[in-house]
């Protein structure tokens, strides 16, 4: 590879797969990582093909510090990624009285402590290459609360927090941090939820697609967005605003 590389968390399926797709078409090769769909994970390989960009798939659980060191450690030797976009991300919705300690564990294990696994290995090269792009995949649940997600909003408001203290840790070695707030978009995660009733409450009447988080991580990873770091961007047709 010689080429600029962006490295994205869950890539194999919804907003990930969108995103890796969209940096591709950008310019950028593809470290597409994702935990076990390798079915979905190898037709977006074709598709980065098709595009004429590399994707290399690495399979690791970013939730385990040991599988993400032996998967990502080999390929940070070689090459240091100019761009990261934490994506990675899963729900196990429960109302808090009943919510297990499993699906709390679960879900900050994977968004909170799968962002902590990966950014800390990247960030190193990043910044002694003084160069770089941190994108997190936060959601309007971690900007406003939503009932049945108290473990779901704590990791993506953890999230936030973590991203702004970064932001200000790194400017100075030409690293910008920032976040992605979607709101409900069409994936495999929203595809059981209510939607009518969603649709109640969002101001534009419609859910977003994947294509339209891509296209505010493709700006944010854009010299337009040069002097932008420590913001959280929602997209989110109005429901939070
Ligand atoms: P999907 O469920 O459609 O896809 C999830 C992706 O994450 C898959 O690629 C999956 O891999 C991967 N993944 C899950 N757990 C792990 C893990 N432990 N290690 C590595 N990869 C993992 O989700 P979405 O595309 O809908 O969501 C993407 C991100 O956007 C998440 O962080 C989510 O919280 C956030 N978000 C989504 C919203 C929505 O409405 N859809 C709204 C707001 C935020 P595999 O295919 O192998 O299972």
């Not at 473990?151 to 991203?163: D, F, Q, R, T, V």
Request: neutral net charge; aromatic residues 6%.
């Amino acid at each position: 590879m010689g080429n600029k590389i962006a490295l994205i968390t869950g890539a194999s399926r919804g907003i990930g797969s969108s995103i890796a797709l969209r940096l591709a078409a950008d310019g950028y090769d593809i470290w597409a990582n994702y935990k076990s769909n390798h079915e979905a994970a190898n037709q977006l390989k074709e598709k980065i093909t098709v595009l004429g960009r590399e994707c290399v798939l690495l399979p690791f659980d970013v939730a385990s510090s040991e599988e993400t060191d032996r998967v990502l450690q080999p390929m940070l030797e070689k090459a240091i990624p100019e761009v990261l976009v934490n994506n990675a991300g899963i729900i196990r919705d429960a109302l808090m009285v009943w919510m297990t300690e499993d699906d709390w564990q679960d879900v900050i294990d994977t968004s909170l402590k799968g962002y902590f696994n990966v950014t800390k290995r990247v960030l190193f090269g990043m910044m002694q290459e003084r160069r770089g792009t941190i994108i997190n995949i936060s959601s309007t649940a971690g900007q406003s609360g939503i009932p049945g997600q108290s473990n779901y909003s704590a990791a993506k408001a953890g999230i936030i927090g973590a991203s702004k203290s970064l932001a200000m840790e790194v400017a100075g070695r030409g690293i910008r941090v920032n976040v992605v707030a979607p709101g409900f978009i069409e994936t495999d995660m929203t595809s059981n939820l209510p939607i009518k009733e969603i649709l109640n409450k969002i101001p534009m009447k419609r859910i977003g697609r994947p294509e339209e988080v891509a296209g505010v991580v493709s700006f944010l990873c854009s010299s337009d967005a040069s002097y932008i770091t420590g913001q959280v961007i929602a997209v989110n047709g109005g429901i939070y605003v």
